[in-house]
């Protein structure tokens, strides 16, 4: 790998391109379905009590209820380019429905299953949805007409229904639409193309150090795209296993499958990691079916990282990424890690450090500057959905700036300083401060309030609420609380709140977040 060619070059992302006519769920499945479909590709553990009884999805049977579901899907009324937003609990079916819809060109919005109503209702109106599929697991808002609905019975016919094909997409079709936090308190959504999958290659190497082998554990939901792309877009165009568990959150649960399934690599984020080392018996024989752990989602601490590899044996490989691009710096089996750096830019991409300010010439190596991937990637979004001015501020000439801040050093490893916005990162979740001040603000209690992310220890950092009261209010945490549930995601809630006195301001009026520790 040529480390300055990837700190410097503006010549662009130098691995081999997707070809024109491309559909991601067929590169996910065909290849494996096609050599080995009697193989196990999905492993799906319900009891956290009793492993054994998990179900077993094989290639074959995976890719033939893809394509008659989406054949299914085509038939209801569905066509090209329609979005269908996924309120599911976390199945096997919530992931047959997303690669379903891309197999007939139809866009799945994958969405966390703790958002609230009022954000699904958000959600459903901005993308202009013309269809909800449902279990009857969760609460659904109430729909505008003519909203499709496909629930349980709807998948069940289709499932048995007539098996079809590949929809003949373009690799830069739309394939699917994800939300994430804005900058401006209002989630929004992040468009990929059916060329996402194939900008994923280079983390097979960079990253995973993946094989056909393999047998790859990821604790995260079926709703979470980093579960979509790593615990199975990923193994699955590589023929390998996936082993997803789906029962009641126990912490327990992690060393019991790995006694039981013996996956040889794992993905989770460092939060999981550090809650299995606390309250699991942890050691080197527990962990030995393992070559090693991935890890993304939020920064890796040093400490941790030394004391997971200690405890097991295992190296935590860290990345980073973004939800326009997904994980695009890493260390791995062949790039070794360095305490407090994320990695380097996997083979093929081109990265640069930017001015913090302006322009589009790279800084020297050593200065802090705004992280930047070269608009070639063809992991690199469409663009956000109706956004034409967040498309503008995205890019400097040839260059994508997502927003975080970082440097490099003369071996080509990025240090990740923070985000260039206020965008926080919670339970490995950006999420916006002035989505969780919008909320918190239309508390009668609350007469100014301040939300910034706190550390508070070592590699954890919790969401704060800092609240001055109303005039003639009383301070309630718990009904503060309350009121935040019917609007927020779980993940969005603050777990710490201060009643204050006033809010730090610029001059001009403007709130100070990163001003509010000081208040602590």
């Known amino acids: 790998m040529n480390l300055r060619a990837s700190i410097t070059s503006p010549g662009g992302y130098s691995a081999q391109l997707p070809p024109d006519r491309f559909n991601l769920t067929r590169y996910c499945l065909k290849p494996a379905a096609d050599k080995t479909p009697s193989k196990v590709a999905l492993i799906v553990v319900s009891a956290s009590d009793e492993p054994v009884s998990a179900r077993h999805y094989r290639f074959g049977e995976i890719e033939d209820a893809v394509l008659r579901v989406s054949q299914g899907l085509r038939d209801a009324g569905f066509e090209r380019g329609d979005r269908l937003f996924i309120r599911m609990g976390n199945s096997f079916d919530y992931a047959l429905l997303f690669f379903s819809a891309i197999a007939a060109g139809v866009v799945p919005i994958p969405a966390s299953t703790m958002l609230s109503v009022s954000e699904v209702s958000m959600i459903l109106e901005d993308s202009g949805a ?62 990929h193309a059916h060329r996402a999958v194939w900008g994923r290659r280079p983390m097979y190497d960079g990253w995973y150090g993946l094989g056909q082998q393999d047998i790859i554990l990821h604790t995260g939901a079926f709703n979470w795209t ?108 062949d790039n070794s890690p360095r305490p407090g750096s994320a990695g380097r830019p996997q083979e093929g991409r081109c990265v640069a450090i930017l001015p913090a300010e302006d322009g589009d010439v790279p800084v020297p190596v050593g200065e802090t500057g705004l992280i930047a991937v070269h608009r070639s990637d063809p992991g690199l979004m469409l663009g956000y959905w109706n956004r034409p001015e967040e498309d503008a501020h995205a890019y400097r000439g040839n260059w994508f700036i997502g927003g975080d801040r970082g440097r490099f050093d003369e071996d080509g490893y990025v240090y990740f300083s923070g985000r260039n916005d206020d965008v926080m990162n919670a339970l490995g979740y950006r999420v916006s401060p002035q989505e969780v001040e919008n909320a918190l603000g239309l508390c009668p209690m609350v007469g100014e309030v301040g ?70």
């Open 130 to 191: 013309s269809g909800i599929a449902v279990d009857g697991s969760l609460d659904v808002p109430r729909l505008p007409p003519p909203t499709r609905v496909v629930n349980a019975s709807d998948l069940a016919r289709m499932k048995a229904g007539a098996r079809g094909d590949y929809a003949d997409t373009a690799a830069d079709d739309p394939a699917y639409l994800i939300y994430t936090s804005g900058t401006s308190g209002v989630p929004k959504g992040v468009l």
């Open 451 to 520: 939300v910034t992310d706190i550390e508070v220890r070592e590699g954890v950092r919790v969401i704060a609420a800092f609240v001055v009261l109303a005039e003639g209010q009383r301070g309630d945490e718990q009904e503060l609380l309350d009121h935040a549930k019917e609007r927020l995601a779980n993940y969005k809630l603050p777990r710490a709140i201060y009643f204050v006195e006033a809010l730090p301001h610029t001059a001009n009026g403007k709130l100070k977040r990163k001003a509010l520790h000081t208040l602590l």
């Open 226 to 333: 980093y579960t979509l792309g790593t615990g199975l877009s990923d193994p699955w165009a590589n023929g390998a296993t996936s082993v997803l568990y789906t029962g009641m959150r126990d912490i327990e649960v992690w060393p019991r499958l790995i006694e039981t399934f013996k996956p040889t690599l794992m993905a989770s984020v460092p939060a999981l990691y550090r809650q299995i080392l606390k309250y699991c018996n942890v050691s080197k024989d527990a962990f030995a079916p393992m070559r090693h752990c991935l890890v993304a989602g939020e920064p890796l601490s040093p400490a941790l990282a030394q004391a997971w590899q200690e405890a097991t044996g295992l190296v935590l490989y860290e990345a980073l990424g973004m939800s326009e691009i997904s994980t695009y710096i890493s260390c791995s089996p």
